[in-house]
């Protein structure tokens, strides 16, 4: 069957705190960063991008900030919700392309 | 609403049985891809299709196929399921592949091998 040996990361908050979930992405040559929310049972759900050529980017509820001298990534969600509770991925594109490669996911538990 | 649709979303085999997934867009985009996630891991590409173009990544084991008979439409087909085969399969898709663009993911097949 599956593996089921390996667990994810997981980030447990109080609904209306903020939430940052970290991600080391692996190219240095990748100039397409996302994230993407993943509920139980469902695909992935497009959250934000930022380009390689960017530091920061904002969005409803969310920013992303990108530092690329030490490869990390992160995801700001403010004043989370319950809605928010599901696996976060981060995943990398190179210039010219539109694949993705996915990193490890976190799994984002709010309380309310 | 435009959308990616699969079917079915849960799929039971045997050991060796072979076994086709279907997935469906409304989009109208030119990109289709399909994953591979097992439990707790994040999806892992085996393959994608640019209009009828085929491209097959490196680590996708020959008894993974796939089927693209019109735009709308891409087939996954596992010749000889194996236990380790068993996992979520999750099809996408996006408008382009030369340029970065989203990519709009459907829910999932549930593949359960015994």
């Known amino acids: 069957g599956e593996n089921v040996g390996l667990h994810l990361p997981t980030l447990s908050v109080q609904e209306g705190d903020n939430s940052i979930i970290n991600c080391a992405y692996s190219?240095?040559?990748?100039?397409?960063f996302i994230w993407y929310k993943q509920e139980s049972g469902k695909g992935p759900q497009f959250i934000i991008d930022?380009?390689?050529?960017?530091d920061k980017r904002q969005g409803q509820r969310v920013t992303v900030l990108l530092n690329k001298t030490v490869k990390h990534l992160s995801l700001q969600i403010a004043a989370t919700q319950p809605g928010d509770s599901a696996v976060y991925f981060c995943a990398e594109t190179l210039s010219g392309y539109s694949t993705l490669t996915f990193g490890k996911g976190t799994m984002l538990l709010v309380s309310p | 609403d435009a959308m990616v649709i699969q079917n079915p979303r849960y799929q039971v085999t045997q050991f060796g049985k072979p076994v086709t997934l279907s997935c469906s867009q409304t989009l109208n985009h030119n990109v289709m891809y399909w994953y591979q996630q097992k439990s707790s891991q994040a999806p892992k590409l085996l393959f994608h299709y640019y209009d009828k173009d085929f491209n097959n990544e490196a680590d996708t084991p020959d008894n993974f196929q796939s089927r693209r008979p019109n735009t709308s439409f891409c087939f996954l087909d596992i010749r000889s399921p194996g236990l380790g085969d068993a996992a979520m399969y999750l099809c996408?898709?996006?408008?382009?592949?030369?340029?970065?663009?989203?990519?709009?993911f459907g829910p999932g097949t549930r593949l359960t091998v015994l």
């Open positions: 996408a898709t996006s408008r382009d592949t030369r340029v970065y663009n989203e990519q709009f």
């Open positions: 190219n240095s040559a990748s100039d397409y």
């Open positions: 930022i380009r390689s050529n960017m």
